[in-house]
């Protein structure tokens, strides 16, 4: 089982930038799929980002371009740099292994 916690997210103008952190523990395998989703209020839960241990990431088409998720190992920390927000990217972001969740963390962006 591996743990997962979340940071980084917070309020920010439309044309902002944040970057989320996603700190793993626990029993990490050396080969992995892990993603971020997302969650709006009052709208199903999305996929955002998924890296694999090879470094081969994807994109929801929604985020293409403005997204980037990477790892550091070294840390054992994923991350999901966020530019040019629109409000629509306002949700919980949850990171994910397998069947291993984070608690989330809000994005708000709001002028």
């Known amino acids: 089982q591996v743990q997962l916690v979340e940071s980084g997210g917070g309020l920010v103008q439309p044309g902002g930038s944040l970057r989320l952190s996603c700190a793993a523990s626990?029993?990490?395998?050396?080969?992995?799929?892990m993603a971020w989703y997302r969650q709006g209020s009052g709208k199903q839960r999305e996929l955002v980002a998924v890296?694999?241990?090879?470094?081969?990431?994807r994109y929801a088409d929604s985020v293409k371009g403005r997204f980037t998720i990477s790892i550091d190992n070294a840390k054992n920390t994923m991350y999901l740099q966020m530019n040019n927000l629109k409000t629509e990217d306002t949700a919980v972001y949850y990171c994910?292994?397998?069947?291993?969740w984070g608690q989330g963390t809000q994005v708000t962006v709001s002028s």
């Open positions: 890296i694999t241990s090879d470094g081969t990431t």
């Open positions: 994910a292994h397998g069947k291993d």
């Open positions: 626990g029993s990490i395998p050396s080969i992995y799929v």
